[in-house]
């Protein structure tokens, strides 16, 4: 029994370090600035620009500020799903080339899920304590929201 386990403690040992060969290609644009950026479309005050980055840009742009332990298989990979998926939503990068009624709903539901704490995601602010943001932060960016879109809405 305890040869069986030492031979499997030997093969799992040995997939993981395996594992760490294949890495995704990373979310890295080298810091590029769009000129689709949803900060270039509106004009966001620094405090508010500051935030958004720090919560919604690393999944929801083309360029995430990796961990250490981001580079870790199997973590990587479930990470890199995650960003995919993210993006897929909303890329803030890509912020210009979404019709107009897409940028309202997307504003409005940037705003309820900020209000309802479901953005940034729980497990994320885990692990990442930087992005949780304060019922102050919340308040001031869903004010902020809600002016940009009544500014959108005009511009149907």
Same mark, same amino acid.
């Given at each position: ?18 594992? /760490?060969?294949?890495?995704? &290609? ?7 600035? !769009?000129?689709?950026?949803?900060? &270039? ?7 508010? /620009? ?22 870790? @298989? ?38 309820? @899920? ?9 497990? !994320?602010? @885990? ?19 809600? /002016? ?5 809405? /005009?511009?149907?």
């Amino acid at each position: 029994m305890k040869r069986k386990l030492k031979i499997a403690t030997w093969i799992a040992l040995i997939l993981f370090v395996a594992i /760490q060969f294949y890495q995704p &290609q990373m979310n890295k644009d080298g810091g590029k600035v !769009y000129a689709t950026d949803f900060m &270039q479309a509106y004009n966001v005050p620094a405090d508010m /620009q500051r935030m958004l980055k720090t919560s919604c840009y690393d999944c929801h742009s083309n360029n995430t500020t990796y961990a250490w332990y981001d580079y870790i @298989q199997p973590a990587r990979f479930f990470v890199e799903q995650h960003i995919r998926e993210a993006k897929e939503e909303l890329n803030f990068n890509e912020w210009g080339n979404y019709a107009k009624r897409k940028q309202v709903r997307l504003l409005e539901s940037i705003k309820k @899920q900020i209000e309802t704490k479901k953005m940034p995601l729980p497990s !994320y602010i @885990q692990m990442y304590e930087e992005a949780r943001l304060s019922d102050t932060d919340i308040k001031s960016i869903a004010g902020w929201l809600k /002016q940009a879109i009544a500014t959108a809405e /005009q511009t149907l």
